[in-house]
């Protein structure tokens, strides 16, 4: 109608003191959009936290024990422990290590080869990959993606020396961990976070489109190049803090 405020159809929207209006407030859009990014959030870093349900094994069945007996493995030799270096830890639940092992792969807390060998156990990779990680015993390994590889320093709670290189560009890119602080070379690297729309283990629908870029313009031309995988560029502190949550209490006791 002629002097009608303006309005969305007949629907009537609330605004933050409660007055009804014909069109939705600033504050009830801003809520609105950060809703959609956090479902959106969710969908992406669901492979990596396994739908919420973390990346720490379960207590029962020897599940935790073995699963953190491979991560110390990798940890103080760089590589992946052989089901025999397993079968005592897998002894003192009563089962023998390829049960456990097949039954951990099936949750994704790992994955293993066709002959049953572990070939991931996220952070780790027993083959190689674009990222590097030197840990403050000497010890060199190489880590499954750019998330993971930032776990790792919180996980060991020692320093950590990342290495990988920007795909587009093929500028390196360093993050140093001394006493938890993170130190980034180039200064403007970001991580892009993607996943693949598929399902499967993290390492099939996500770690290749989690990578390190030497700055926000390179993440976003890969990002353009590759349209197939849904993600979204994040900063320094948020990468890590998503790595954090994610590895941090892996080997915690309880």
Same mark, same amino acid.
């Given at each position: 109608?002629?002097?009608?405020?303006?309005?969305?159809?007949?629907?009537?929207?609330?605004?933050?003191?409660?007055?009804?209006?014909?069109?939705?407030? !600033?504050?009830?859009?801003?809520?609105?959009?950060?809703?959609?990014?956090?479902?959106?959030?969710?969908?992406?870093?669901?492979?990596?936290?396994?739908? *919420?349900?973390?990346?720490?094994?379960?207590?029962?069945?020897?599940?935790?024990?073995?699963?953190?007996?491979?991560?110390?493995?990798?940890?103080?030799?760089?590589?992946?422990?052989?089901?025999? %270096?397993?079968?005592?830890?897998?002894?003192?639940? *009563?089962r023998t290590a390829r049960d456990v092992?097949?039954?951990?792969?099936?949750?994704?807390?790992?994955?293993?080869?066709?002959?049953?060998?572990?070939?991931?156990?996220?952070?780790?990779?027993?083959?190689?990959?674009?990222?590097? !990680?030197?840990?403050?015993?000497?010890?060199?390994?190489?880590?499954?993606?750019?998330?993971?590889?930032?776990?790792?320093?919180?996980?060991?709670?020692?320093?950590?020396?990342?290495?990988?290189?920007?795909?587009?560009?093929?500028?390196?890119?360093?993050?140093?961990?001394?006493?938890?602080?993170?130190?980034?070379?180039?200064?403007?690297?970001v991580v892009f976070v993607g996943r693949?729309?598929?399902?499967?283990?993290?390492? %099939?629908?996500?770690?290749?489109?989690?990578?390190?870029?030497?700055?926000?313009?390179?993440?976003?031309?890969?990002?353009?190049?590759?349209?197939?995988?849904?993600?979204?560029?994040?900063?320094?502190?948020?990468?890590?803090?998503?790595?954090?949550?994610?590895?941090?209490?892996?080997?915690?006791?309880?």
């Open positions: 109608m002629p002097g009608a405020p303006a309005g969305a159809s007949c629907r009537l929207y609330r605004d933050e003191q409660g007055r009804a209006d014909g069109a939705p407030g !600033v504050g009830v859009l801003r809520a609105a959009l950060d809703s959609a990014k956090e479902c959106c959030d969710d969908q992406l870093l669901d492979p990596i936290g396994r739908a *919420g349900r973390g990346r720490r094994a379960p207590a029962e069945r020897g599940l935790r024990t073995v699963h953190q007996a491979v991560l110390r493995h990798f940890a103080t030799t760089g590589s992946a422990p052989s089901t025999s %270096d397993l079968e005592p830890v897998a002894a003192e639940a *009563g092992l097949a039954e951990l792969a099936a949750e994704d807390f790992l994955a293993l080869d066709t002959e049953d060998r572990v070939r991931v156990a996220y952070p780790f990779s027993a083959v190689e990959t674009p990222h590097r !990680v030197r840990l403050g015993n000497g010890v060199e390994a190489w880590s499954m993606c750019a998330i993971d590889a930032l776990g790792i320093a919180a996980m060991l709670d020692q320093d950590v020396r990342v290495t990988s290189s920007d795909p587009v560009s093929g500028h390196p890119v360093t993050v140093s961990f001394t006493s938890g602080a993170a130190r980034w070379e180039p200064e403007g690297a693949r729309p598929a399902r499967g283990p993290a390492a %099939d629908v996500c770690c290749d489109a989690l990578n390190f870029f030497a700055d926000r313009t390179t993440a976003e031309t890969w990002a353009r190049r590759h349209p197939d995988i849904p993600g979204r560029v994040t900063d320094q502190a948020e990468a890590v803090a998503i790595a954090e949550r994610t590895f941090g209490p892996l080997l915690a006791e309880k």
